[in-house]
Nanobody, 121 residues
Framework: QVQLVESGGGLVQSGGSLRLSCAAS????????MGWHRQTPGKQRELVAI???????NYADSVKGRFTISRDNAKITVYLQMNSLKPEDTGIYYC???????????????WGQGTQVTVSS
């Protein structure tokens, strides 16, 4: 069974930076994509960024130009570099991996339990 553990969250002032990491343990046959979602106050969980096996990336409009997602497939680790943070970025950040647990099997989502990011004014 795969487990994801996020780290790197914390309290930062507006305009500051944080780097989130998500380390996976267990085994996955293949990975199609890795991403980050967040749960912000008063909003539903939203996609923040995703990176595919081909290296393509997609970002929420609200974070484009400020956040950068990267990955280390060998370590099954995904990172989120967050710069120019704003108070509205405050929330719980969850990493997820879309992967195939075994050959020929269906792909599925794996989720971490989240890390808190708080951005003060």
């Amino acid at each position: 069974q795969v487990q994801l553990v996020e780290s790197g969250g914390g309290l930062v002032q507006s305009g500051g930076s944080l780097r989130l990491s998500c380390a996976a343990s267990g085994s996955i046959f293949s990975i199609s994509a890795m991403g980050w979602h967040r749960q912000t106050p008063g909003k539903q969980r939203e996609l923040v960024a995703i990176i595919t096996t081909g290296g393509g990336t997609n970002y929420a409009d609200s974070v484009k130009g400020r956040f950068t997602i990267s990955r280390d497939n060998a370590k099954i680790t995904v990172y989120l570099q967050m710069n120019s943070l704003k108070p509205e970025d405050t929330g719980i950040y969850y990493c997820n991996i879309w992967g195939r647990p075994f050959p020929g099997g269906p792909s599925r989502d794996y989720w971490g339990q989240g890390t808190q990011v708080t951005v003060s004014s």
